[in-house]
């Protein structure tokens, strides 16, 4: 089957760098996507990976490695406003999004 | 400001109930999405629809149904709500169909919860 891994939860410091791993094992490959969700809210978009490397927006960075099923979100000089769940999500050779559940983001002072 | 609209943004409701889950856009996004999420699970997708009068099943699409007459509006319907149905509804939408690569944009979610 189709499954996307990420950490339930992590604890960061602000001002601190953090990073997100997500590995997945899909039915083809057609991107990589992370959104933020706040508590209560909407996901929000933040990435998109296609091919493998690295892409940089701002304090946020994220990674893709095609052939080891691999991503990670790095998020530099935390803020308390970081403290979020971020959601990976690849898309499959259907085009359909696969989620994973997401990983709970504390940020403390 | 442009985006998604999702009504009811709560609502309760009793089992063998039906009920209907509003969402409108402005943005004249071809295809539009209906998810549901629960804790410790990722998004799931009920239904979706690439363009104005066309729908196809997600990955759970039993008990629901949807409706796609025009571009703007997209309403799920629970035909006779059941517990299990409890959970956070998001309506999204995307420029393109589902072979579309770019982002999701979401509603503000509607949380039901069926008795």
């Known amino acids: 089957g189709q499954n996307i891994d990420q950490p339930t939860e992590m604890t960061a410091t602000e001002g601190a760098i953090v990073q997100i791993n997500c590995t997945y094992q899909t039915s083809g490959f057609n991107g990589l996507f992370w959104y933020q969700q706040h508590a209560g809210e909407a996901p929000t978009f933040l990435s998109y990976?296609?091919l493998d490397g690295l892409e940089e927006k701002g304090r946020f960075s994220s990674f893709l490695s095609r052939s080891k099923g691999y991503s990670y979100l790095l998020l530099k000089e935390l803020q308390m406003k970081d403290s979020a769940s971020y959601l990976c999500a690849v898309m499959d050779s259907n085009y359909q999004l696969i989620w994973g559940a997401g990983t709970k983001l504390i940020i403390k002072p | 400001i442009a985006g998604i609209t999702q009504a009811p943004t709560s609502q309760i409701l009793a089992a063998g109930r039906r009920m209907t889950l509003r969402c409108t856009q402005d943005m004249r996004h071809n295809a539009m999405y209906w998810y549901r999420q629960d804790l410790g699970l990722g998004l799931r997708l009920i239904h979706y629809?690439?363009?104005?009068?066309?729908?196809g099943k997600g990955e759970v699409p039993d008990g629901y149904s949807v409706s796609r007459a025009n571009t703007d509006d997209f309403p799920l319907t629970l035909a006779s709500a059941v517990p299990s149905q409890t959970s956070v509804y998001f309506c999204?939408?995307?420029?393109?169909?589902?072979?579309?690569?770019?982002?999701?944009?979401f509603g503000e979610g509607s949380r039901l919860t069926v008795l």
């Open positions: 999204a939408s995307s420029e393109a169909g589902t072979s579309n690569t770019g982002e999701l944009f």
């Open positions: 629809s690439n363009t104005a009068g066309t729908t």
């Open positions: 990976n296609v």
